[in-house]
């Protein structure tokens, strides 16, 4: 389909709407998805917006296609967190090759990687994986307005296995975010493979409820250290402070 002045949410811009989109007639209100197609004009499920023939008008109304608009679009919003993503890490590597590389707390055989990142009420939460440190991220979502966050700023922010406290930062490529620490400094991982694989853990234990129902009951953790901790560094659980809810989906994996 040619594609000629696109009015509505995406003006002219067709280009920018993903195959995934789901249309809405500005006039009658009729919505074009393309996971049904439409069965009117023989145009099979799985045919995008971009791609119906020419002639292709509302079957509600017979307008244009011109006069739909984007009613939601998530490979749009799944693009918006990739780039989001691409600038957390771009960032954290220039921090690494820049004035980290040579501090001895850094774990060399580490790299940055963002982990499990998904789309969570309106933001994006995952694990940023640093050679100095572990934390949950918290990106701006397409609606948010975090350039102005005060860094240093806690905040508690619930979720189903708990509240946990995150700081608030800014940086020139990621703009503000979230942050709530998780380890730091990396001695103890051996390897890349093994810190995703506990950031993995982490984000299944933050959806866990019953990872606080455990805590609340008083009952001990499944695995409270992990075993090439020594015992004194492992991290200490108590009930009902956020700290020691971090440590409990920590520990436990
Ligand atoms: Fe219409």
Redesign the pocket.
């Known amino acids: 389909m040619s594609a000629p002045g696109f009015e509505g949410s995406y003006l002219g811009a067709g280009a920018k709407i993903s195959a995934q989109a789901v249309m809405e007639?500005k006039?009658?209100w009729?919505v074009y998805d393309p996971a049904h197609g439409d069965e009117s004009r023989q145009i099979s499920a799985g045919t995008p917006f971009t791609a119906l023939p020419d002639d292709w008008t509302?079957p509600?109304?017979g307008?244009a296609p011109e006069q739909f608009m984007v009613l939601r679009d998530a490979g749009q919003g799944a693009s918006q967190m990739d780039s989001a993503i691409a600038r957390l890490e771009a960032d954290f590597r220039e921090i690494y090759n820049g004035k980290m590389r040579d501090v001895p707390l850094c774990n060399h055989s580490l790299h940055v990687q963002a982990v499990g990142f998904t789309d969570w009420q309106g933001h994006y939460l995952g694990v940023l994986i640093a050679p100095w440190f572990m934390n949950l991220v918290l990106l701006a979502g397409p609606d948010d307005a975090w350039s102005a966050l005060h860094s240093g700023e806690k905040e508690m922010i619930g979720f189903p296995s708990g509240n946990y406290e995150f700081i608030h930062n800014t940086r020139d490529m990621v703009g503000g975010y979230k942050a709530c620490s998780l380890f730091s400094p990396m001695s103890d991982f051996n390897s890349q493979v093994q810190a995703v694989d506990v950031a993995r853990a982490v984000m299944a234990a933050l959806f866990d409820p019953e990872a606080l129902e455990r805590l609340e009951d008083g009952a001990e953790p499944l695995t409270p250290q992990k075993p090439d901790l020594p015992r004194g560094e492992a991290p200490k659980l108590q009930k009902a402070r956020p700290l020691e809810r971090r440590a409990f989906i920590t520990g436990r994996v």
Request: hydrophobic share 25%; glycine share 12%; with cysteine.
């Open positions: 007639c006039i009658c009729q509302c509600g109304c307008a």
